[in-house]
């Protein structure tokens, strides 16, 4: 089994729905990220948790949300969606470096959202 | 200063020739370098990284090159197959969490 599982893969939606993206994990990671993919312009941060009670904005948090209901799950949700939200959303995990210099990301298999 | 700006967006290499992708950034205050491979409908997945104070990593027949004057690093592939046409992805990070990646390289390798 997957250790990082998102839902849906694929999911077409309409202007101005809200719409949830669901990540669940069971490699016991406390951090959990949620990225945006677009061509050209690589894997952006929209928002990181490194526990249920603390989470941050990436560089890109405006027009999301997310929800961090347990260790294992990272809900990302958009509230009125537009055409420009459309793009490959991947949640990622990690653990706290243990004299390491950084954490290794894991990353999901993505949820391909497009908005009409 | 936080981008990392990579190159080329597309390459397509013989089997068996060399692949190499460049990444170049400006904050020195980055302190370790990951590549990232990604296939097509998977999640990108680590595949090497360096220190700064390393000027080269090599794993197999992956190596990274790393000029930290320059703040510029390469992703060398030797020997390249067509297993590893895939969109590789450079990165930066400050601390242990948060990383600035680049754009990608989508690497084709014809048999």
Redesign the interface.
Known sequence: DADVTQTPRNRITKTGKRIMLECSQTKGHDRMYWYRQDPGLGLRLIYYSFDVKDINKGEISDGYSVSRQAQAKFSLSLESAIPNQTALYFCATSDRTSGRIADTQYFGPGTRLTVL | QQQVK?SP?SLIVQKGGISIINCAYENTAF??F?W?QQFP??????LI?I?PDVSEKKEGRFTISFNKSAKQFSLHIMDSQPGDSATY?CAA?I?????I????TRLKVLA
């Open positions: 990579q967006q302190d370790y990951p990232y409908g998977k999640g990108p997945a680590l990284a220190r992805f990070s601390g242990t969490y948060k990383y990646f680049g754009t990608g």
